[in-house]
């Protein structure tokens, strides 16, 4: 139980164009969701927290406009890279809050990002 | 944000040798969890430890956790090849939010 499903898990685009990520809760309600990005052999840096139906708390020197992240649902938060740069590129990973879950969080299988 | 460090950054063993991680963390927790990674996948998640806990095992996981110095350690005893990936504490300081270590990348050869 407890799961999370993240589309696209690969996408690749050209330098300016928009990218959307989906992170669907598959069997239960997301009140609360995260998005992390991966460098390459990194760790998981937390860019923000969405909380449905409310705006998303970003993390500090995460650009919001650049990062557009869209809770509109129980079952679905979206991640949007607008204009993207090659810079952008990256894994990008959402977690979603479970309260029932003895650890708390489950994680969606994370979306390969290359912008060229 | 990243909570600290974890030591090694990358530790390469035999098989059927015990592999020991560590992770400090800078902030009160409620728990502390680890979490593996293989190469450009999702995580999965191993074993959590309360901030009242001081150790708790799992299998061929031990974890240790001490409060007053803010770190914690994971044991992997008689590793697999199969151990080979990255492995990350996280750190629930009661804020909602999960707080990742920089990671130990294990290489585990035969």
């Known amino acids: 139980g407890a799961v999370v499903s993240q589309h696209p898990s690969w996408v690749i685009c050209k330098s300016g164009t928009s990218v959307k990520i989906e992170c669907r809760s598959l069997?239960?309600?997301?009140?609360?969701m995260f998005w992390y990005r991966q460098f390459p052999k990194q760790s998981l840096m937390l860019m923000a927290t969405?909380?449905?139906?409310?705006?998303?708390?970003?993390e500090q020197g995460v650009e919001k406009d650049k990062f557009l992240i869209n809770h509109a649902s129980l079952t679905l938060s979206t991640l949007t890279v607008t204009s993207a740069h090659p810079e952008d590129s990256s894994f990008y990973i959402c977690?979603?809050?479970?309260?029932?879950?003895?650890?708390?969080?489950?994680f969606g299988s994370g979306t390969r990002l290359t912008v060229v | 944000s990243q909570q600290g460090e974890e030591d090694p950054q990358a530790l390469s063993i035999q098989e059927g040798e015990n592999a020991t991680m560590n992770c400090s963390y800078k902030?009160?927790?409620?728990?502390l969890q680890w979490y593996r990674q293989n190469s450009g996948r999702g995580l999965v998640h191993l074993i959590l430890?309360?901030?009242?806990?001081r150790e708790k095992h799992s299998g061929r996981l031990r974890v240790t956790l001490d409060t007053s110095k803010k770190s914690s350690s994971l044991l992997i005893t008689a590793s697999r090849a199969a151990d080979t990936a990255s492995y990350f504490c996280?750190?629930?300081?009661?804020?909602?939010?999960?707080?990742f270590g920089a990671g130990t990348r294990l290489a585990v050869h035969p």
């Open positions: 069997d239960f309600q997301a009140t609360t």
């Open positions: 902030t009160s927790i409620n728990n």
């Open positions: 969405s909380n449905e139906g409310s705006k998303a708390t970003y």
């Open positions: 996280a750190t629930d300081g009661g804020y909602n939010k999960l707080i």
């Open positions: 977690s979603a809050r479970v309260l029932e879950r003895d650890y708390g969080y489950t």
């Open positions: 430890i309360r901030s009242n806990e």
